[in-house]
């Protein structure tokens, strides 16, 4: 069956970095486009970046782009979400995401809180 | 970038009532979209694709319909577990945006 397990949240102070990681199983990885999706704390869902099968084709929202980088290790089956620059807003669980026609299978997400 | 807006942001109905929630494009994005269902301290679950395409699994009682830029969600006869938040999502291109949010819940 589809799993994704996402990895690499904590607690980070404003202006720091952190490396979140998906493991996935379960498919064929390189055959998907990827996405990470976002939920603060009591809010909505806010889409973040997604990625081609092949790595070729990346997007951000606005909210992120230049200070987040999207990449995969079709390899490994990994996604990778490398996060600088972090601010006080991005505090929220980031979900891995599967995209067939829409996102079908999501992670169970892991909590990035970005705090002094 | 295209907004999504739903609406309304909450309600309450009788297990039983016909339920509608309606998402709102600010262009035409053709049928490029997607309603997910997401309960208290859970993960999102799609629901529908397509705009009128029930994924696997989903029960009858929802539906969807709608194209270019006016959507609704319908849930036919209320039931308890269907106590969510429901939201519409873009698909058609970047950015993927997600519609504010619909809270249901029972009278």
């Known amino acids: 069956q589809v799993q994704l397990v996402e990895s690499g949240g904590g607690l980070v102070k404003p202006g720091g970095s952190l490396r979140l990681s998906c493991a996935a199983s379960?498919?064929?990885?390189?055959?998907?486009?990827m996405s990470w999706i976002r939920q603060a704390p009591g809010k909505g869902l806010e889409w973040v970046s997604y990625?081609?099968?092949?790595?070729?084709?990346?997007y951000y929202a606005d909210s992120v782009k230049g200070r987040f980088t999207i990449s995969r290790d079709n390899a490994k089956n990994s996604l990778f979400l490398q996060m600088n620059s972090l601010r006080v807003e991005d505090t929220a669980v980031y979900y891995c995401?599967?995209?067939?026609?829409?996102?079908?299978?999501w992670g169970q997400g892991t909590l990035v809180t970005v705090s002094s | 970038d295209i907004q999504m807006t739903q609406s309304p942001s909450s309600l309450s109905a009788s297990v039983g009532d016909r339920v509608t929630i309606t998402c709102r494009a600010s262009q035409a994005i053709s049928n490029y979209l997607a309603w997910y269902q997401q309960k208290p301290g859970k993960v999102p679950k799609l629901l529908i694709y397509?705009?009128?395409t029930l994924q696997s699994g989903v029960p009858s009682r929802f539906s969807g319909s709608g194209s270019g830029t006016d959507f609704t969600l319908t849930i036919s006869s209320l039931q308890p577990e269907d106590v969510a938040i429901y939201y519409c999502?873009?698909?058609?291109?970047?950015?993927?945006?997600f519609g504010g949010g619909t809270k249901v819940g029972i009278k």
């Open positions: 990625i081609s099968g092949s790595g070729r084709t990346i």
């Open positions: 379960g498919f064929s990885f390189s055959d998907y486009y």
């Open positions: 397509a705009a009128s």
């Open positions: 999502q873009k698909y058609n291109s970047a950015p993927l945006t």
């Open positions: 995401a599967r995209e067939r026609v829409a996102i079908d299978y």
